[in-house]
């Protein structure tokens, strides 16, 4: 999809995207109905979303109740992928793409951590999403495991 280019934005040529294989597992039902609409990040106080997981996919579920918090991917399916250096902004002043959380990417993988409210056979209930309604699903997981290292302090962030 083509968006047109802000001030001093560059888009780079790239190969035509090939197929990464991936699954996609589901679709997430959002009340976001178009892009202007969604939140730039989801706030766990948001509104409720669903995961709806595919049927072949539903059981992989089990277990996902005991925890309070996952990790959801997904893939911005309405995102260009060439731009390089863009003005989140539109002031003209421009970053480069790995600096930045915009959607515009090689690969548009969104990921958000979201707060689980129930289950309710195949549908996740969520809250935490920025995506659009209809989003695909990539992947869902725990945003723990029994094996993960406590983090030591992280220095201050240098963001502007
Ligand atoms: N939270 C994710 C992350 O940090 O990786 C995504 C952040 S991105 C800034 C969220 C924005 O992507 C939304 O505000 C909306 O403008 C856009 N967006 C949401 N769903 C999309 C979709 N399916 N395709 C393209 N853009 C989408």
Redesign the pocket.
């Known amino acids: 999809m083509t968006q047109k280019l802000r001030d001093n934005e560059v888009a780079v040529a790239t190969d035509a995207p090939r197929d990464a294989a991936l699954h996609f597992i589901g679709r997430i039902r959002t009340p ?1 109905t178009r ?2 609409l ?5 706030r766990l106080d948001g509104p409720d979303c669903r995961l709806v997981l595919d049927a072949p996919w539903a059981a992989g579920l089990a277990g996902l109740e005991r925890y309070e918090f996952a990790d959801v991917l ?6 260009r992928r060439d731009l390089v250096l863009q003005s989140p902004r539109s002031d003209g002043a421009v970053r480069g793409v790995f600096s930045l ?3 515009v990417r090689p690969n ?5 951590k979201v707060a689980i409210l129930r289950i309710e056979g195949p549908e996740v209930i969520v809250r935490g999403l ?3 309604d ?2 695909p699903l990539i992947d869902l997981k725990p945003d723990r495991c029994a094996y993960t290292i406590a983090a030591p302090d992280k220095p201050a962030d240098r963001s502007p």
């Open positions: 976001f892009r202007d969604c939140p730039r990040q989801g997904y893939w911005l399916h309405e995102s959380r915009s959607p548009p993988i969104g990921l958000s920025d995506c659009l209809g989003t």
